[in-house]
């Protein structure tokens, strides 16, 4: 089956750092995705990971570890603006000539003055 | 950038009824499109992938003949809601494959059905 874990909620305050983990059981591995999305709203790219390792764009940066299944969105001088949800989504293998994006259930960031 | 156009924004249907929900790519060819359905703080769970001139692949647990997918062109995907009820209300979005994007994906703005 598919499994993509993430925590529900989490909390920040504003200027400081925040870290949201992702653990995934996927049956294939074709790389890994970060989007941020405000309710309501369509989701939007933040980050894509399919080497092991860091990637940093600005105030976001993403990790990956495929031997251990694991990811983590890193988000620093928060900005109330940053409140949002941010969906961790594995790119699995190649279905039928499509490549299925499967999402996890999405941690819901407060970010507090 | 590559551009995903869904429409309508927000519907509200009588319970008994269809609704057709439209997703066109602009400035690009998108021969695959994947449908998702997202309940009130939840994550967006995959319902079925189409491709250009063949039949939609449904996902585990969604009817097929309740969501009617069709991608006659190559710009163009429908997701058509059957006999609505109260339960199918929810957030719809499309997203495109493309080759355009950093990530290879442009999503819909989404399409919010209530059933009434």
């Known amino acids: 089956g598919q499994n993509i874990d993430q925590p529900t909620e989490m909390t920040a305050t504003e200027g400081a750092i925040v870290q949201i983990n992702c653990t995934y059981q996927t049956s294939g591995f074709n790389g890994l995705f970060w989007y941020q999305q405000h309710a309501g709203e369509a989701p939007t790219f933040l980050s894509y990971n399919v080497l092991d390792g860091l990637e940093e764009k600005g105030r976001f940066s993403s990790f990956l570890s495929r031997s251990k299944g694991y990811s983590y969105l890193l988000l620093k001088e928060l900005q109330m603006k940053d409140s949002a949800s941010y969906l961790c989504?594995?790119?699995?293998?190649?279905?039928?000539?499509?490549?299925?994006?499967?999402f996890g259930a999405g941690t819901r960031l407060a970010v507090h003055p | 950038g590559a551009v995903v156009s869904q429409h309508p924004s927000r519907v509200i249907c009588k319970s008994g009824t269809s609704v057709k929900i439209e997703c066109r790519s602009l400035?690009?060819?998108?021969?695959?499109m994947f449908w998702y359905r997202q309940f009130p703080k939840q994550s967006l769970m995959l319902m079925a992938t189409?491709?250009?001139?063949?039949?939609?692949?449904?996902e585990q647990g969604v009817e097929k003949d309740k969501f009617l997918i069709n991608h006659a062109s190559l710009t163009l995907s429908t997701l058509t809601v059957t006999s609505a009820h109260p339960e199918d209300s929810s957030f719809y979005i499309c997203?495109?494959?493309?080759?355009?994007?950093?990530?290879?994906?442009?999503f819909g703005s989404g399409t919010r059905l209530t059933v009434v």
């Open positions: 400035d690009f060819q998108a021969t695959t």
């Open positions: 997203s495109a494959r493309d080759a355009w994007t950093e990530n290879g994906y442009t």
């Open positions: 189409s491709n250009e001139g063949s039949k939609a692949t449904y």
């Open positions: 989504a594995v790119r699995g293998s190649v279905s039928g000539g499509y490549n299925k994006l499967i």
